[in-house]
């Protein structure tokens, strides 16, 4: 089971996404969200949003 809690930043201004998977509470960054399966399906569509856009900034660069 995995449930999406909210997000969490850095001491270096990151994002870290706070899920609870099996009862025990992770804290990922967005550049590993691929390695846990099922978390970015759960993430709210406003948090997608945002890294889509991030997404497309670094894709400027």
């Known amino acids: 089971m995995i449930k999406y809690l909210g997000t969490r930043k850095t001491d270096q201004g990151g994002t870290l996404y706070v899920f609870l998977i099996n009862?025990?509470?992770k804290h990922v960054?967005?550049?590993?969200?691929?390695?846990?399966p099922g978390c970015y399906?759960?993430?709210p569509e406003s948090a997608k949003a945002r890294i889509a856009a991030n997404r497309k900034?670094?894709?400027k660069l």
Request: hydrophobic residues 35%; aromatic residues 12%.
């Open 23 to 25: 009862g025990q509470e």
């Open 41 to 43: 399906e759960a993430l």
């Open 29 to 36: 960054p967005e550049s590993a969200l691929k390695q846990y």
């Open 57 to 59: 900034w670094l894709q």
